[in-house]
């Protein structure tokens, strides 16, 4: 059974800072691109972020230049840094391996930006 297992959420002020970590086994993790999704209050989940196996990065418009996203290939993990957070990042987030039509979701973490 493939487990992607997400930490590293919580409560931040707006202009704050978070980093989300996603791991997996070795396995999923060489050959599969790793993406992070959301999910706001009353919202359909969104695509954030992706980085593929081989470090290609992309990136919704609204994340652009305030998240970054990156894979350490000896931990089996990905990272989503968020810079600069807004209110309207409050979301569960959710990490995702991808590789052809194969796909694994992680059980999510909650990002909250409330002053």
């Known amino acids: 059974q493939v487990q992607l297992v997400e930490s590293g959420g919580g409560l931040v002020q707006p202009g704050g800072s978070l980093r989300l970590s996603c791991a997996t086994s070795?396995?999923?993790?060489?050959?599969?691109?790793m993406g992070w999704y959301r999910q706001g209050p009353g919202k359909q989940r969104e695509w954030v972020a992706t980085?593929?196996?081989?470090?290609?990065?992309k990136y919704v418009d609204s994340v652009k230049g305030r998240f970054a996203i990156s894979r350490d290939n000896f931990k089996n993990t990905v990272y989503l840094q968020m810079n600069s957070l807004k209110p309207e990042d409050t979301a569960v987030y959710y990490c995702?391996?991808?590789?052809?039509?194969?796909?694994?979701w992680g059980q999510g973490t909650q990002v909250t930006v409330s002053s």
């Open positions: 980085i593929s196996s081989v470090g290609n990065r």
């Open positions: 070795r396995s999923i993790f060489r050959l599969y691109a």
């Open positions: 995702r391996a991808d590789r052809g039509a194969e796909g694994y």
